[in-house]
């Protein structure tokens, strides 16, 4: 769940996706304009989820799939795991390097 660290304010679907596309590293707080980053533990199961649709991507290539049954599985990964990363946005107050 994404929660301003200012204000507290639980960020809605919409504002998250929003935010989340965008390429800048801070993202304001659409309710109270306070600068927001993205977790690091974050950073880290967006790495990991974004393997999994690539292996889900990929797996049908070995089992001689059909493209009308792969085209289709790899878009409803795509966009499950996008849904998935939108939904466990975390957020934190300054930005933290994993490393």
Known sequence: MATCTNCETEWTFKDKAKKSASFSPAM???YC???QFVSPSYR???VSTTFI???VFFIPLFFNVPWQIHIPLAALTFITILIFQVSLLELHSREEYPF
């Open 33 to 35: 304009g306070a600068d």
């Open 44 to 46: 880290e199961r967006s």
């Open 28 to 30: 304001p707080c659409p």
């Open 53 to 55: 649709m690539t292996f």
